[in-house]
């Protein structure tokens, strides 16, 4: 009897856990189907919008505001279609593309032609290639944070912001072991912030099998990071840093206040809530898991909304059609390539496309839909200064924004 009961024991021990893995690795491959083109709602929780700029810019994951300003800063990389280190879409035999490029969208004045509303920032001392995921800009030292993940070796660049002339100037490129995927970033200070590495096998030094375990099932061993910039005289300042949480894909991350920091769990339908402790004697706070939010599509980048405190959070509701979206713009994006390929391309690049959807999130009132859709693909970031009542959604691999307006 007691040999059964031990049994009975041992094999809970191991089932339990295995059905809670199973389940949630439903849960998230259950969108392929509900999310299907014939499948997924549709919201547009707004007065109006339109899309903006496609003829301007393209692939801009990340954005954020400067409300006081009237101002969207953007992160915009033409060459995300060769080079993807977070989807591993490498094109190793082409040319590398052009610099990625920051631009100011002057969302304010409505008054204002599309063709003076967005200006190119003019980036100044950074002899480097530059290929962006997130930016962070912290308003009161003017400090912008940019995630680089070009050939040489993926670092985080610092740049002194200057709003009235729209010019970044390159203050010191910060690299680290820790620094190994970085995407999205949060600012404490102009020396210190929290980072993410979406994952712990790079899609580079690992193309199939380990970097493929991590992401598909969800291992959390993938890093949240806290770093503090050390002032040595040196042009390339020196970093302390340290990993303050472990979770499966980290992507997006935001402070919600002085105490909770959320980060999206992209590969499993999840945005984390961490109490932050006070660092007291350590040199590093640490960082306790308190609760989740469950969500319809795998969350990208996260914004807070300055005015009322929601959390704003994009992401994507249908994997399969983002994953052949993003290798079709490989042509799809590139006329002269595109126009070799004759009519049957076209028609390709006509009909493929990718699903967005954005929320906001508060503590009272839960998880509402602000966007989801098809007409604008990919959507990575979702920004809102409701003072104004404007929102914008910017995306992976779209050709140029949606603003809305309320």
């Not at 962070?136 to 680089?148: A, C, G, R």
């Not at 375990?213 to 390339?236: C, F, K, N, Q």
């Not at 939010?293 to 249908?318: E, M, T």
């Not at 906001?360 to 509402?368: D, F, L, N």
Request: net charge neutral; glycine share 6%; with cysteine.
């Amino acid at each position: 009897m007691a040999s059964a009961n031990i049994r009975t024991s041992v094999l809970v021990v191991f089932l339990v856990p295995l059905i809670a893995f199973l389940a949630g690795r439903i849960r998230v491959l259950s969108l392929a189907y509900f999310n299907a083109p014939d499948r997924m709602p549709s919201h547009a929780n707004f007065t109006s919008y339109e899309i903006k700029f496609v003829d301007q810019i393209r692939n801009c994951e990340d954005a954020l505001l400067v409300e006081a300003r009237g101002l969207a800063l953007l992160a915009c990389d033409p060459g995300r279609e060769m080079w993807n280190t977070v989807m591993g879409h490498f094109a190793d035999s082409a040319e590398p593309d052009p610099n990625a490029e920051l631009y100011a969208y002057k969302y304010a004045d409505r008054a204002l032609p599309d063709t003076e509303s967005l200006v190119r920032i003019k980036v100044v001392g950074l002899n480097s290639e530059l290929r962006t995921l997130g930016l962070e800009f912290h308003e009161p030292s003017s400090t912008l944070f940019v995630t680089n993940h070009r050939r040489q070796g993926s670092r985080i660049e610092q740049f002194h912001l200057d709003l009235e002339t729209l010019t970044a100037t390159h203050v010191r490129s910060l690299s680290h072991p820790l620094i190994r995927t970085p995407n999205s970033i949060v600012a404490l200070s102009e020396s210190e912030f929290f980072f993410t590495n979406q994952h712990h096998f790079t899609a580079r030094e690992h193309p199939s099998l380990l970097w493929g375990l991590e992401t598909y099932v969800a291992l959390p061993i993938a890093s949240v990071v806290h770093a503090r910039i050390l002032e040595d005289g040196a042009l390339d300042g020196a970093l302390d840093a340290a990993v303050v949480a472990r979770q499966a894909y980290p992507n997006g991350i935001a402070l919600l206040n002085d105490t909770t920091l959320a980060v999206a769990a992209t590969n499993k339908r999840l945005v984390y809530l961490y109490t932050v402790s006070s660092q007291g004697t350590q040199t590093h706070p640490s960082l306790k898991l308190d609760s989740s939010i469950w969500l319809p599509f795998l969350p990208d980048n996260l914004a807070v909304s300055k005015s009322d405190g929601a959390l704003l959070i994009a992401g994507h509701p249908h994997l399969p059609s983002l994953n052949k979206f993003a290798r079709s713009r490989q042509i799809c994006h590139r006329p002269e390539e595109s126009a070799k390929k004759g009519r049957e391309i076209k028609d390709m690049c006509a009909g493929t496309g990718a699903a967005s959807w954005t929320s906001e999130w508060t503590p009272e009132g839960g998880v509402k839909h602000i966007y989801s859709g098809w007409e604008y693909p990919s959507s990575a970031t979702v920004v809102r200064d409701r003072e104004k009542g404007v929102g914008i959604v910017a995306a992976l691999y779209a050709r140029g924004l949606l603003v809305w307006r309320d």
